[in-house]
C-alpha cells in the first residue's frame, strides 16, 4: 500500500530555481493554511504569515534577504513571523515551515527556507509590528527542472536511528 505522505516526504527536495509562472493563490492559500493548521506547543500559534505573491513585490523581498536572491524568481514566497516574547516560538514555526514545503511539494511546488535571522528590514517591508521577529522567508515555484526523482544523499538509517536503546539495530 502506498503511503502519499511518506512519498512527499521521501521525495522532497530543496528547490532555488523556479519556472517562470505564478502558482495560483488556491494552491497558495492551502499552503498557508498548513501553516495554520500545525500543532504548536500550548495551541499557542505564536506566529504571522505574509504571502506575497506579486512580481514586483517578490522582487523587492529578495532584495532584503541574504540567503535568498532567487526569491525573485519565484511565483510566491511567505514570510514566517514569531513573536518575541514567546519561548520556542521558532520551533512551533520551523514545524509550520515544514508543513507548507510538504503541502507545496504535493502540489507540485517547491520551496525552500531562507533567513536565518537578520530579518528586520523584512519585518519593517511587511509591516509586522515590533512585538515579531522574521524567523524565515519561504519562496516557492514550480521547479525549472527535474531534480533527484526521490534520490537522497542521506546516512544510512542504521547510523542515525536505534531500537528501544541507543546501538541496538533498528529492524
Same mark, same amino acid.
Given at each position: 500500500?502506498?503511503?502519499?505522505?511518506?512519498?512527499?516526504?521521501?521525495?522532497?527536495?530543496?528547490?532555488?530555481?523556479?519556472?517562470?509562472?505564478?502558482?495560483?493563490?488556491?494552491?497558495?492559500?492551502?499552503?498557508?493554511?498548513?501553516?495554520?493548521?500545525?500543532?504548536?506547543?500550548?495551541?499557542?500559534?505564536?506566529?504571522?504569515?505574509?504571502?506575497?505573491?506579486?512580481?514586483?513585490?517578490? @522582487?523587492?523581498? &529578495? =532584495? *532584503?534577504?541574504? +540567503?535568498?536572491?532567487?526569491? $525573485?524568481?519565484?511565483?510566491?514566497?511567505?514570510?514566517?513571523?514569531?513573536?518575541?516574547?514567546?519561548?520556542?516560538?521558532?520551533?512551533?514555526?520551523?514545524?509550520?515551515?515544514?508543513?507548507?514545503?510538504?503541502?507545496?511539494?504535493?502540489?507540485?511546488?517547491?520551496?525552500?527556507?531562507?533567513?536565518?535571522?537578520?530579518?528586520?528590514?523584512? @519585518?519593517?517591508? &511587511? =509591516? *509586522?509590528?515590533? +512585538?515579531?521577529?522574521?524567523? $524565515?522567508?519561504?519562496?516557492?515555484?514550480?521547479?525549472?527542472?527535474?531534480?533527484?526523482?526521490?534520490?537522497?544523499?542521506?546516512?544510512?538509517?542504521?547510523?542515525?536511528?536505534?531500537?528501544?536503546?541507543?546501538?541496538?539495530?533498528?529492524?
Amino acid at each position: 500500500m502506498s503511503d502519499p505522505v511518506f512519498e512527499v516526504v521521501r521525495t522532497v527536495l530543496a528547490v532555488r530555481e523556479y519556472q517562470d509562472k505564478p502558482v495560483p493563490h488556491e494552491v497558495m492559500r492551502r499552503v498557508v493554511e498548513a501553516a495554520h493548521l500545525t500543532a504548536s506547543a500550548g495551541n499557542r500559534q505564536p506566529w504571522h504569515f505574509v504571502l506575497v505573491e506579486e512580481w514586483d513585490s517578490l @522582487r523587492e523581498l &529578495a =532584495g *532584503l534577504v541574504r +540567503t535568498g536572491p532567487y526569491i $525573485a524568481g519565484s511565483g510566491a514566497a511567505v514570510i514566517v513571523a514569531v513573536e518575541k516574547a514567546t519561548a520556542k516560538a521558532d520551533v512551533d514555526a520551523a514545524r509550520a515551515i515544514q508543513s507548507m514545503i510538504l503541502v507545496a511539494w504535493a502540489d507540485g511546488v517547491g520551496s525552500n527556507w531562507t533567513g536565518f535571522g537578520g530579518l528586520e528590514e523584512v @519585518r519593517q517591508w &511587511a =509591516g *509586522l509590528p515590533d +512585538t515579531f521577529d522574521v524567523l $524565515a522567508v519561504v519562496p516557492f515555484g514550480y521547479p525549472k527542472r527535474k531534480l533527484g526523482l526521490g534520490k537522497k544523499k542521506r546516512k544510512p538509517l542504521d547510523e542515525i536511528a536505534s531500537a528501544e536503546h541507543h546501538g541496538t539495530r533498528l529492524s
